[in-house]
Antibody, heavy 120, light 106 residues
């Protein structure tokens, strides 16, 4: 069965960086792009960007450009999201999600979420 | 960027009620519109894609309609497990979510 398993919770200080992993299984990794979505307390879902699991090409949401890097390792079927220059506003649950690759981007399987807390 | 506006932001309803949530795009997105359910402590779940196609395994009380700029998610008979926050999401040339609609128990 399709699974996306994310790395564990993180606590970071302002100005630091975090790298979250998303290990996939149960399907052909290179056949589906991976997006990253976050949910901050009291806020809605916010799309951060996506990475082509085939080519490694990336597209980032404008508000994260210059601060986020998405990468992948096809040998381990794992996607990564690194966010730099953290502030308390980055405190959120971060999700990876698989693109179903049918009529535009929509996400049929999700990771369990990784809680990031940014605090001094 | 295309803006997605959901209404209402929240609603109170009873089990068995028919519930309708609206999502409006700032420009035409044809049918590149999806709906998700999100419960606290869980990952979001895809309900509807391409405006009206029910994702496999989703109960038939959920339905979607619309095209262009105006879209609707309908729950025909609200069940206890349906109390959650619902989000629309477009993927027409870019991608973004609506601000969410919280469905609460009346």
């Amino acid at each position: 069965q399709v699974q996306l398993v994310q790395s564990g919770a993180e606590v970071k200080k302002p100005g630091a960086s975090v790298k979250v992993s998303c290990k996939t299984s149960g399907y052909t990794f290179t056949g589906h792009d991976i997006s990253w979505v976050r949910k901050a307390p009291g806020q809605g879902l916010e799309w951060m960007g996506w990475i082509s699991s085939f080519s490694g090409d990336t597209t980032y949401a404008q508000q994260f450009q210059g601060r986020v890097t998405m990468t992948k390792d096809s040998s381990t079927a794992t996607a990564y999201m690194e966010l730099r220059s953290l502030t308390p506003d980055d405190t959120a649950i971060y999700y990876c999600a698989r693109d179903r690759e049918s009529f535009g981007k929509h996400f049929d399987y999700w990771g369990q979420g990784t809680l990031l807390t940014v605090s001094s | 960027d295309i803006q997605m506006t959901q209404s209402p932001s929240s609603l109170s309803a009873s089990v068995g009620d028919r519930v309708t949530i609206t999502c409006r795009a700032s420009q035409s997105i044809t049918r590149y519109l999806n709906w998700y359910q999100h419960k606290p402590g869980k990952a979001p779940e895809l309900l509807i894609y391409a405006a009206s196609t029910l994702q496999t395994g989703v109960p038939s009380r959920f339905s979607g309609s619309g095209s262009g700029t105006d879209f609707t998610l309908t729950i025909s008979s609200l069940q206890p497990e349906d109390f959650a926050t619902y989000y629309c999401q477009h993927s027409y040339r870019s991608l973004s979510f609506g601000q969410g609609t919280k469905v609460e128990i009346k």
